[in-house]
């Protein structure tokens, strides 16, 4: 593994069924973040993690949750999919949850929910 | 609110040199950063200011005025593998990145 992976690389759900995405990384980061990224639209944080062990909500958290219980992986859940979470999901994360530290980002996920 | 504004597309020429543009209004102001992204893949850090004034890299500088909520992205020499989006993002009072949502490049030959 280099740098952050996810899984899958795109899936199509039916609505209300659940699904988690996959990510991990293998650079001993600290901080952790899930986004969606939708057509005229900026990134949007969903959650974050600044630390193994601890979780926060970001910008669009609804419908989705996460889970930290390691430094390497960060999955995102959706418990029942609805068909406005059609997006591509990017995870990321950094060495540490400030200042300069640029972010690395995975390849993304793009899901599709009929 | 948070708002972040850049032009949605431009245009410019293989050989160029073209700046991208970014005003900023956010609760707080902990440094900004640009990234590129090819369609289709994931964004790529490109550069990062936090105090006023110009920091190069290469072909590409980036400008920063905190007093004006300004930014922007220089493109020299441009070549056509620059073709792509060019994201701004700003560090707010939270330390988390508020994005705008791009600005699409294309190069001609």
Known sequence: IAGITQAPTSQILAAGRRMTLRCTQDMRHNAMYWYRQDLGLGLRLIHYSNTAGTTGKGEVPDGYSVSRANTDDFPLTLASAVPSQTSVYFCASSALAGAGNEQFFGPGTRLTVL | ?109
């Open chain 2, 1 to 109: 609110g948070q708002n972040i504004d850049q032009p949605t597309e431009m245009t410019a020429t293989e050989g160029a040199i073209v700046q991208i543009n970014c005003t900023y209004q956010t609760s707080g102001f902990n440094g900004l950063f640009w990234y590129q992204q090819h369609a289709g893949e994931a964004p790529t850090f490109l550069s990062y200011n936090v105090l006023d004034g110009l920091e190069e890299k290469g072909r590409f500088s980036s400008f920063l005025s905190r007093s004006k909520g300004y930014s922007y992205l220089l493109l020299k020499e441009l070549q056509m593998k620059d073709s792509a989006s060019y994201l701004c993002a700003v560090r707010d009072s939270n330390y988390q990145l508020i994005w705008g949502a791009g600005t699409k490049l294309i190069i001609k030959p």
